[in-house]
């Protein structure tokens, strides 16, 4: 059936009847013809001839035709199925809102304009169009399969404070959409990187059509505190060390204050996190708040601005450690500097340590069982049955740490072949002692804990340090690389066990091999790379007020058990800054880009066949036979006089 683009310009057709009415409306004069001597006719007045009616027909049917091609073509004429011109008519694929209700959507009236979207998107489809919608945080908060007539009540629905998982709400829309049709999913989001930029989404099928809806025009001011953690001290004393975060393009003046017992003022540069360190005096184990105040108006995300604390020192973590001492007894050296930092008190504040040797069983003789088992360079002499122990303890969670041994090749193959890693030994570089060839780290992973640890000033030392050898190993796919040298070449591997870890170091941790072990560097890379991955065995419990029903609200307290708890908004919520939506949008459907975007590239698809090209030729066909009958048409005869 023939529908139009542009069905207004079709109003032109009432022009047709111009050319009738003028031609009926005009009054045709008689003609005076003057002769040599008039003195005998008498004189009367020239009478009027009445309307004329057309006297060529033809022309004049070719000039409306003419005019009627025209005003049709600049209606964009389409041809389409029956089917398909129902639709156009009357859409009926369903629309389906999907909704962020995570916590940084109280930020800056977020929610208010997203009730003003959805309001104007509803006004703008069909009462009989079926809407459905999904609302999410880490998961589907809510959700209803598309229905006409059908609109949330988004005053029952508020933001919850916890983390947002998009894939989720994509995958619960999807579900609502039976395989072949179409569908338009209105995503409304603040479409955080930290929330967005992931790996598992799911592919959406042709038909589906993705209408992106950001609600900040531009990223909310924010500052906020992102960690805390109690550490001991000399003196009976406790260190709290928290981290404050100006997520903002400007400078922000803020105080941070730990419940009544001290406080400190800063004034934060854009993007720069700062650790802010408390001591206060040790006693009886109790709960604390950090809050986080700032100058009205510069700051237009307050969930982040507390932290709960359980203010006791977590007890040491255990180290046990394997030496090949009489294969090698140079490895004394480097556990005796990997003793000193573990066992230094660290003004900055880490988590403690203790180390203990471990039996041939690869159990401790006496105390804790260990978290983290240091392995300097010994795995090339240990024997099947204490590579299985070793790799039980790394499966049930706990941390194993390789260095490089004299016999390189030897101890990569034997913990190859016990399933403890999949790296590979491909050489040592610098082997032979020449130490006028150097080697430097160039490039450290920032998505690890060394993101929290260096930041551009702090990492410079890190940088100048100098390796002499180092084993150069290839990890795969699935280990990240941690630190890497100058040339690319792993210095630092970390691959997952089960529920535990391996991290593998390509240098040893004496001077030996570099000079790291003498730069400040060291001891928060290596106390903070143990801590991070024996995260499992913090005796606190934390967790987001979404984890934990009935939550709504920062606080420490003990659970039924006597265990410590401590329940705060995700932190992920407090960066603010966007995905890219193109980026977004192509991983979203695999590349091809939305419907829209293919409909704009070709017009005469399934939707219907254009015709005003057709109309536009046949008003050039009319023209032309118009100008040539107007050419040839007869002249009113001449009067001649004498």
Not at 548 to 556: F, Q
Not at 616 to 638: D, M, Q
Request: aromatic content about 8%; hydrophobic content about 45%.
């Amino acid at each position: 059936m023939l529908t139009f683009g542009a069905p207004w310009f079709l109003a032109g057709l009432a022009g047709l009847l111009a050319p009738l009415l003028i031609h009926l409306i005009n009054k045709e004069r008689a003609t005076p013809l003057r002769f040599p001597s008039v003195r005998f006719i008498t004189r009367s007045a020239l009478p009027q001839r009445g309307r004329r009616s057309p006297r060529d027909w033809l022309l004049l049917l070719l000039r409306l035709l003419f005019f009627a091609a025209v005003v049709i073509a600049l209606a964009q004429p389409r041809w389409v199925e029956p089917g398909v011109a129902g639709a156009v008519e009357e859409p009926n694929e369903s629309v389906i809102f999907v909704v962020d209700s995570s916590a940084s959507m109280s930020a800056q009236g977020a929610w208010e304009r997203a009730e003003a979207i959805i309001d104007e998107a509803l006004d703008s489809v069909s009462q009989r169009t079926p809407i459905g919608w999904v609302f999410f945080a880490n998961g589907a908060l809510a959700a209803q399969a598309p229905a006409p007539g059908q609109k949330p009540d988004l005053d029952e629905l508020l933001p919850v404070i916890t983390g947002s998982n998009p894939s989720v709400a994509l995958r619960e829309a999807l579900s609502f959409v039976p395989e072949g049709e179409s569908a338009r999913l209105i995503i409304l989001s603040d479409f955080q990187a930290g929330d967005w930029s992931r790996s598992d989404w799911p592919v959406l099928p042709q038909g589906i059509e993705l209408d992106f809806q950001p609600i900040h025009k531009e990223a909310p001011d924010n500052v906020g505190v992102v960690s805390a953690e109690v550490f001991p001290a000399p003196g009976n004393q406790l260190r709290v060390i928290a981290r404050v975060r100006n997520f903002s393009d400007e400078a922000i003046t803020a105080t941070l204050s730990l419940g009544n017992l001290a406080s400190e003022e800063m004034t934060l540069a854009p993007g720069e996190l700062r650790p802010v360190a408390f001591l206060v005096e040790r006693g009886r184990p109790v709960p604390s708040m950090l809050i986080l105040t700032t100058p009205e108006g510069q700051d237009d995300y307050a969930l982040d601005n507390t932290y709960a604390l359980w203010l006791d020192a977590p007890p040491p973590l255990t180290v046990g450690l394997v030496l090949p001492a009489a294969e090698e007894p140079q490895k004394l050296v480097e556990a005796d500097f990997v003793a000193n930092a573990l066992m230094a008190d660290a003004e900055t504040g880490h988590r403690s340590f203790q180390i203990v040797p471990l039996q041939p069983d690869m159990t401790p003789a006496g105390g804790p069982q260990p978290e983290i088992i240091y392995l300097a360079g010994a795995g090339g002499y240990l024997e099947p049955g204490q590579l299985n122990a070793l790799k039980g303890f790394v499966e049930d969670g706990g941390t194993l740490l390789v260095t490089p041994s004299q016999a390189g090749s030897r101890q990569q193959a034997r913990l190859r072949e016990s399933g403890l890693t999949d790296v590979a030994y491909l050489g040592q570089p610098g082997r032979h002692g020449d130490r006028a060839r150097t080697y430097r780290i160039g490039s450290l992973n920032e998505r690890s804990f060394l993101g929290r640890l260096f930041d551009e000033e702090t990492s410079r030392d890190l940088y100048l340090a100098e390796i002499f050898e180092y084993v150069k190993l290839r990890p795969s796919d699935e280990a990240t690389v941690l630190i890497a040298t100058e040339e690319g070449d792993p210095v630092l591997i970390e691959e997952r066990l089960g529920k535990g870890l391996v991290l593998t170091s390509a240098i040893g941790l004496d001077t030996e091999w570099s000079d790291l072990p003498l730069r400040n560097s060291f001891l928060p890379l290596l106390r903070e790379a143990l801590a991070d991955s024996a995260s499992g065995s913090d005796p606190v419990l934390r967790l987001s007020p979404g984890e934990l029903p009935g939550e709504t609200a920062p606080r420490a307290f003990l659970d039924a058990e006597g265990h410590p708890v401590e329940v705060n908004v995700s932190r992920a919520e407090s960066d603010f800054t966007p995905v890219s939506l193109s980026s977004l949008r192509a991983a979203l459907t695999g590349g091809r880009g939305s419907q829209a975007e293919t409909e704009s590239v070709a017009p005469d698809s399934e939707s219907g066949k254009s015709l005003w090209p057709w109309f536009a030729l046949a008003a050039l066909v009319i023209f032309i036979l118009e100008s040539t009958l107007a050419g040839v048409r007869p002249a009113a005869p001449k009067l001649r006089h004498a």
